[in-house]
């Protein structure tokens, strides 16, 4: 629905953006101190909160989500136009958003590697103040990557292959240069 009626082509008032931006944020912020102090104050009964976690928060989720959306929408124009390091993220971030997919899953595998047992081992091992580098790393490998492989192939490996599977036959993959 937010595709079809222009939001992420800039087609909204900017003064909308905003309002969404501003009210979701602060809907999805009391919705969650809402649901927190219901819990704090029932000692976060393990029979209630995985309807709570769910259930319960997902307006604040869609709320929060489509503030998150909006402000970016608002930043992306500028971020677009920048020579910048704004302008370079922006490239990279884009680049990433393409290859989705094959991020997400990349990423997977490459934590599961890291931390389950049939990799590393090291879940559990890391304080969680240390865990942000493996966070801050996977960024870097995706927006390293991402926009290499594009200026190359049409796609990611993924999404070409889920694209040629519904199209039912092999799609192009590389560029011509």
Request: hydrophobic share 55%; aromatic share 14%; with cysteine.
């Given at each position: 629905?937010?595709?079809?009626?222009?939001?992420?082509?800039?087609?909204?008032?900017?003064?909308?953006?905003?309002?969404?931006g501003?009210g979701?944020l602060?809907?999805?912020?009391?919705?969650?101190l809402a649901l927190?102090?219901?819990?704090?104050?029932?000692?976060?009964?393990?029979q209630?909160m995985?309807?709570l976690?769910?259930?319960?928060a997902?307006p604040?989720?869609?709320?929060?989500?489509?503030?998150?959306?909006?402000?970016?929408?608002l930043a992306?124009?500028?971020?677009?136009?920048d020579?910048?390091?704004?302008?370079?993220?922006?490239?990279r971030?884009?680049?990433?958003?393409?290859?989705?997919?094959?991020?997400?899953?990349a990423?997977?595998?490459?934590v599961c590697?890291?931390f389950?047992?049939?990799?590393?081992?090291?879940v559990?091992?890391?304080?969680?103040a240390?865990?942000?580098?493996?966070?801050?790393?996977?960024?870097?490998?995706?927006?390293?990557?991402?926009?290499?492989w594009l200026?190359r192939?049409?796609q990611?490996?993924?999404?070409?292959l889920?694209?040629?599977?519904?199209?039912?036959r092999?799609?192009?993959?590389?560029r011509?240069?």
């Amino acid at each position: 629905a937010l595709l079809r009626t222009g939001f992420f082509s800039d087609a909204w008032p900017r003064r909308r953006l905003i309002w969404l931006g501003i009210g979701g944020l602060a809907l999805g912020t009391a919705w969650t101190l809402a649901l927190l102090g219901w819990a704090w104050l029932r000692h976060f009964p393990p029979q209630a909160m995985p309807q709570l976690l769910t259930y319960w928060a997902a307006p604040a989720h869609l709320a929060m989500a489509l503030a998150y959306a909006a402000l970016l929408v608002l930043a992306a124009p500028r971020w677009l136009a920048d020579e910048g390091f704004a302008g370079w993220l922006a490239g990279r971030l884009a680049a990433a958003g393409r290859m989705a997919f094959s991020n997400y899953l990349a990423t997977s595998l490459v934590v599961c590697a890291i931390f389950s047992g049939w990799g590393l081992g090291l879940v559990g091992t890391i304080p969680r103040a240390g865990q942000i580098q493996y966070v801050l790393l996977g960024w870097l490998l995706m927006l390293g990557w991402s926009q290499p492989w594009l200026a190359r192939f049409h796609q990611g490996p993924l999404e070409w292959l889920w694209r040629s599977a519904t199209e039912g036959r092999w799609m192009p993959m590389l560029r011509r240069v």
